[in-house]
């Protein structure tokens, strides 16, 4: 069985800066808030017309690619993790594919629909395929334009003002003898139960069925389609929603949990660990488990101030700044975890 190890990583954020303060002028908001609540200081969001998911997700890709030292062309299957996909389908990884340039080979491209553990989801699969030799080289991407879908008016407020766009990716092979780099494991859960607190539903093909409200504006015409209605737009319904406090109260008990699971399942201790670097979801869910680890401040990866939560690109984003500043070296000991919607939740622990 080969060893998994990450060759090359990187990520890009587009350039426009939007403050708290440009927040201010959209809606009910105040920078003082959002800072109190989520740490959020300012985000990035993408060039309407010019830019997307797949056009963000390959630059950062071009990136990790190159620091891989490989061939794009070497590339064998194809790994994409998002939660604003520029299409309903296909998929953003072939999207991606045409994108990098590499059509007409016989690689593979897989969607993540996971949202912000859809990265560590998508390494899980990535290292699966490398330890059985099926792929070689896979690249893994975590991309975002939430700009694109949010609700920048009062009523949207508690969603809108955390979100930011971006995207990080990596290079995955097997690991050669006597290489200090591997990923020695990963863990991945989920709780369907809680489905719908932080979720985004229409369009969608539920049909009102999961839900107490019925009132979606459907037609009682069974051949009207029912994926979006004007009821729908009209009340909002076509953007996200998220039950704030149950998020906050769920992830603060399953990030910890996740984090001394797998690194229980190596032998190892939080004391051992050289950087956390746990999805950027709110500074206040990462300071949380940071106590509650009993981590040391120079353990833990944050840069939510300055991209906001950016889910699916958020922990290769953080990780690929965490080796541009130095803070992990190879052979390090690296976890990486993440929870979101779904809910689902997971870690990776990585000898860097
Ligand atoms: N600006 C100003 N006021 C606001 C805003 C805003 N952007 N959003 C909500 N408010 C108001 C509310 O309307 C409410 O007003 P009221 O008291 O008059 O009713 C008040 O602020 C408090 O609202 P709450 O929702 O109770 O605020 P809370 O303290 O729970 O903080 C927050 C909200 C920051 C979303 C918090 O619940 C939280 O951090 N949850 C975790 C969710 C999270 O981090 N999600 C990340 C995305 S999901 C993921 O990646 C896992």
């Not at 090359?8 to 939007?18: A, C, M, N, R, S």
């Not at 699971?261 to 990462?286: D, W």
Request: proline share 3%; hydrophobic share 40%.
């Amino acid at each position: 069985m080969n060893k998994t190890k990450i060759a090359g990583i990187g990520h890009y954020l587009p350039e426009k800066v939007i403050r708290n303060k440009d927040l201010e002028k959209k809606m009910d908001t105040s920078d003082e808030w959002i800072r109190e609540r989520t740490g959020i200081e300012e985000r990035r969001f993408g060039r309407r017309f010019e830019e997307n998911t797949t056009i963000l997700g390959a630059k950062a890709a071009e990136k990790a690619i190159e620091n891989a030292g490989i061939a794009k062309e070497e590339i064998d299957f194809i790994i994409f993790a998002t939660l604003s996909p520029d299409y309903f389908f296909p998929g953003c990884g072939v999207l991606l594919q045409r994108e990098l340039g590499i059509t007409g080979t016989e690689i593979g491209a897989l969607d993540v629909r996971n949202q912000c553990s859809g990265f560590i989801y998508g390494l899980s699969v990535a290292d699966q395929f490398i330890k059985t030799g099926h792929y070689s080289k896979i690249l893994l991407v975590g991309s975002e334009m939430h700009s694109m879908g949010l609700d920048f008016t009062t009523r949207g407020r508690d969603v809108s003002v955390i979100f930011g766009d971006g995207a990080g990716a990596v290079v995955l092979c097997a690991a050669e003898e006597g290489d200090s780099s591997e990923i020695l494991n990963t863990q991945l859960h989920s709780d369907g139960t809680y489905a719908e607190e932080l979720a985004f539903e229409c369009p969608g093909a539920h049909g009102g069925v999961f839900s107490d409200e019925k009132d979606f504006g459907f037609s009682e015409d069974p051949w009207s389609p029912i994926f979006i209605t004007d009821k729908m737009l009209k009340d909002g319904k076509t953007f996200p929603y998220m039950n704030g406090k149950l998020v906050f109260k769920t992830a603060v008990q399953k990030f910890p949990e996740v984090i001394l699971k797998t690194l229980e399942k190596a032998g190892k201790s939080p004391e051992e660990l050289k950087l956390l670097v746990p999805h950027q979801a709110n500074l206040r869910i990462s300071q949380f488990v940071q106590k509650r680890l009993r981590l040391r401040d120079d353990q833990v990866f944050s840069n939510i101030q300055k991209y906001g939560n950016t889910t699916a690109a958020s922990v290769p984003i953080a990780l690929s700044e965490a080796c541009e500043q130095g803070r992990v070296e190879r052979g390090d000991l690296v976890c990486l975890a993440a929870f979101g919607s779904g809910f689902t939740w997971g870690a990776a622990l990585l000898q860097w």
